[in-house]
Each structure stands twice: as structure tokens, then as C-alpha cells.
């Protein structure tokens, strides 16, 4: 994981979301908390003005979902800096800026 290794001591939690699993498996990760849309990774690192980065990663072709749409704008609102990033090329670079301080308010 790139993260653990350009940047060891960031706080980061990637979601379960992008996972397939079965039926009952689903409804467990609901009763434990699960939210459709919730994006796939969150750094939580403040910088330039931000709480923290949230990133949903789609493929080159992928579609972003209303509910992760609707994520991206309430965490923007609330402070954080959330984005969509199709390829992992554009997520790295993503994390490069933000933890590097080149994304301000």
C-alpha cells in the first residue's frame, strides 16, 4: 500500500465498501455501521486548512454514485477535502499534494 510505505506515520483507514460479499455478510456490515457511499479512503491528517482527505477511487471507466456524490459534498462542507480519482495514478498524486501541503482553502 502506498500509503504505509511514502507515508508511515499517517493516520488512514480504507473502507470495506468497494468489497463484494455475499447477502448476510452485507447485513452485517450494515447493522455494524456500514453507509452506502461512504468513500474508500480517509486520511485523517489536517493540512492547508482541511481536517482531513477523503478519497472515493474509481476505475478509468467507473461511474460515482449519487450516494458518493452526496458524501463528497457533505464532507466538503463540513471541512474535509473529498474527491473522486479514477486510477490509482491520480489518487497518489492526490495524496502527494494534500499531505505535502499543496491543497489549501
Known amino acids: 500500500m502506498y500509503l504505509r510505505y511514502q507515508y508511515p506515520d499517517a493516520l488512514y483507514c480504507a473502507s470495506a465498501g468497494g468489497l463484494f460479499t455475499s447477502k448476510s455478510q452485507g447485513a452485517k456490515m450494515v447493522a455494524a455501521g456500514y453507509v452506502k457511499g461512504y468513500p474508500d479512503l480517509a486520511i485523517y491528517e489536517t493540512r492547508g486548512g482541511y481536517h482531513g482527505l ?22 466538503m462542507e463540513r471541512g474535509y477535502y473529498a474527491q473522486v480519482c479514477k486510477g490509482t495514478d491520480q489518487a497518489t498524486k492526490l495524496i502527494d499534494l494534500y499531505l505535502g501541503g499543496k491543497v489549501t482553502r
Open 54 to 75: 477523503f478519497i472515493e477511487l474509481k476505475s478509468l471507466t467507473g461511474k460515482t454514485s449519487l450516494e458518493q456524490l452526496n458524501w463528497i459534498a457533505k464532507l
